[in-house]
Structures are given as C-alpha cells and as structure tokens.
C-alpha cells in the first residue's frame, strides 16, 4: 500500500490513441482501462489536493490527513495519521520531473514485444460507484500469477484522481481497503494535523551502502517474480533492497548474525502487508533475513530462501 498511497495524486492527461496502440499489441488487454491506468500513471504528479483517507484492515481502521501540491517545479507531500501514534511522513522538496520505477512501470506503452505491467496483471472496466462524493470509474486488476495480489481501483471519473483501493487475496477476499472520506482540489490550505512525531521521506536510490564489516559482503536476491524491478541504484553491502512490479512493492533486509538462530520462520499479516523472517546459514554465516510488502506470503518466502552472497 505505500505504492498506492503515492499514486493518489494524480491529474487530467488523455492520450487518445494509447489504448488502440496497446490492444493491437496485447489483445488480451481491456484498451479502456489501459487508457485510465495510462491517465493515472501520467497524471500522478500535477494535481494540488487535500483530504482525509482512511485506511481498513479488518476491524483496525486509520485516519489519515494527506495533501499534494507543486509550485514551481516542485512538490510538497504530507501524510498524518489522525489516529493512533500521529506521525506524520513528508517530503517537501520533491522535483516534478523525478520518475520513479512504479511509475515508470505503469506507463502501458508497448516496447518492443512487451506488454508492460499488462504481462502481470488483467484490467477491465467494471460498474463506478461514488466515492467521497466524486463519481468514480471502477478497474478490476487481476494478477496472471498467484506471486502478487489483486486490486480493485476507483478513479475520479473527471480527474482520474485515485480515489479509492481495495486489495484482494488470491482468493479474490478483501485484506484491507483504503478510500478519501473527504476530497478537495486546489492548493492546500494552512490547517495542517498536529502531529507527534515528523520523519522525512527518503528518495528511492538514497539508500546508503554500509562499510562495515559485519555488511562487508555484498548479497543478492536471486529470484523475485517476474514483472518486479528494483527501486534503487544502490548495490554491493546496503542493508536493503526494494522492488516493485508497477502496482505492489516489498523490500528485503539482510542482517549479519553473531550465532545461529533456532530453526524455524515467522511471518505477521497486517492487511494486505506481509512480514516474513527467517534464519539462513549464507557460507556458514548465520543471517537474518526479512522480506516486507504487499505480496502475498508464499512469495515473500520464495524471495528470502533465493538470498546469497555474491562475493
């Protein structure tokens, strides 16, 4: 979901011919829904808004305030948990010409024989709903594979703002959905949510690489599920790697143990995130490794048991 929370801003760019263009080249691809999920992907950065999401996972809900604005060439992010602990997550000097691979990923151009994040996942247009008083248009996102989840998104049928995002299990059950409850365009206001606790948002490939000796080692992630790229230009000794397919993501995280850990694994679900752990012997040395993000848990295990040292 810390994906699809950024890709809640988003704005009016139309590119009749897209749709045409793609179904030629992907018959199995739905061209309308193509053509909106192209608007969404295109329009992520342009729009000014602020409103209040709320966030549902099982019977735990979460307020939050968020808001999105660009003046000059920049952007400024806010995300406050109304509730709970009151943190709130921003980045304030975000250039508007900065492409991350999410997005870059959803782009639903054709290159070469590749059909794009369509290869991965089926999208049709299905029946709209109003949502925080916006008419809305309805994509179901089906995965072509049981290694990612599904979605359902509604997207404001006048901006193509992402209103609304409800994440299914393989077996097509709700984990958690997350949806405006109060929406307004324009540059926001002054008003900001008092929060506790303020932390930076750090930039994709900002990742530090880490010299010391327990990390001296650089490690590698053999194996993800095809469609996924990673999200940082970091390489050899980082503590983390981070990858999406255009829609989910989940990061990786290797720590140098000082003894071997009890056989065994563990996992937490919290909504449609999953946390899993394991203890592995990598040439002998015990290591932690824990894989975090919206996959389901299968994958995430797959993931962890490809990890090995490269040098």
């Known amino acids: 979901?810390?994906?699809?929370?950024?890709?809640?801003?988003?704005?009016?760019?139309?590119?009749?011919?897209?749709?045409?263009?793609f179904a030629a080249a992907c018959p199995e691809g739905d061209a309308e829904a193509l053509d909106w999920l192209d608007?969404?992907?295109?329009s992520a950065r342009e729009v000014d808004y602020q409103?209040?999401?709320?966030?549902?996972?099982?019977?735990?809900?979460?307020?939050?305030?968020?808001?999105?604005?660009?003046?000059?060439?920049?952007?400024r992010e806010v995300l406050t948990e109304l509730t709970g602990r009151g943190a709130r997550v921003q980045r304030a000097r975000h250039r508007l010409d900065c492409a991350h691979p999410g997005l870059q990923l959803l782009h639903t151009r054709t290159v070469g024989d590749s059909c794009g994040i369509a290869e991965q996942y089926r999208f049709e247009i299905a029946d709209g709903e109003r949502v925080a008083g916006r008419r809305a248009?309805?994509?179901?996102?089906?995965?072509?594979?049981?290694?990612?989840?599904?979605?359902?998104?509604?997207?404001?049928?006048?901006?193509?703002?992402?209103?609304?995002?409800?994440?299914?299990?393989p077996a097509q059950h709700p984990l958690e959905t997350m949806q405006f409850a109060q929406?307004?365009?324009?540059?926001p206001v002054a008003g900001l949510a008092v929060a506790d606790v303020t932390h930076e948002a750090t930039h994709p490939g900002s990742a530090k690489s880490y010299d010391e000796s327990a990390m001296a080692r650089a490690w590698s992630v053999m194996w993800v599920p095809d469609g996924f790229t990673t999200t940082e230009k970091s390489v050899g000794a980082s503590r983390r790697k981070t990858y999406t397919d255009g829609l989910a993501a989940f990061s990786v995280f290797v720590e140098i143990l000082d003894r071997d850990m009890?056989?065994?694994?563990?996992?937490v679900k919290q909504g449609g995130t999953t946390t899993y752990?394991?203890?592995?012997?990598?040439?002998?040395?015990?290591?932690?490794?824990?894989?975090?993000?919206?996959?389901?848990?299968?994958?995430?295990?797959?993931?962890?048991?490809?990890?090995r040292w490269v040098r």
């Not at 409103?51 to 952007?75: A, N």
């Not at 929406?183 to 540059?187: E, I, P, R, V």
């Open 137 to 169: 248009i309805t994509i179901r996102v089906k995965p072509r594979d049981l290694y990612r989840f599904g979605y359902v998104f509604s997207l404001d049928e006048a901006t193509g703002l992402l209103l609304k995002v409800l994440t299914l299990n």
């Open 51 to 75: 409103g209040v999401v709320t966030l549902q996972r099982g019977q735990d809900m979460k307020v939050m305030q968020v808001s999105h604005s660009v003046e000059g060439g920049i952007r």
């Open 262 to 267: 009890p056989p065994g694994e563990g996992h």
């Open 39 to 42: 608007k969404m992907a295109h």
């Open 277 to 307: 752990t394991r203890g592995l012997r990598l040439s002998n040395s015990p290591v932690l490794v824990t894989v975090i993000g919206e996959v389901p848990l299968a994958t995430a295990r797959m993931v962890a048991d490809s990890v």
């Open 1 to 21: 979901m810390q994906y699809l929370l950024a890709l809640l801003a988003v704005s009016v760019v139309w590119v009749s011919d897209a749709g045409k263009v």
């Open 183 to 187: 929406l307004s365009y324009g540059a």
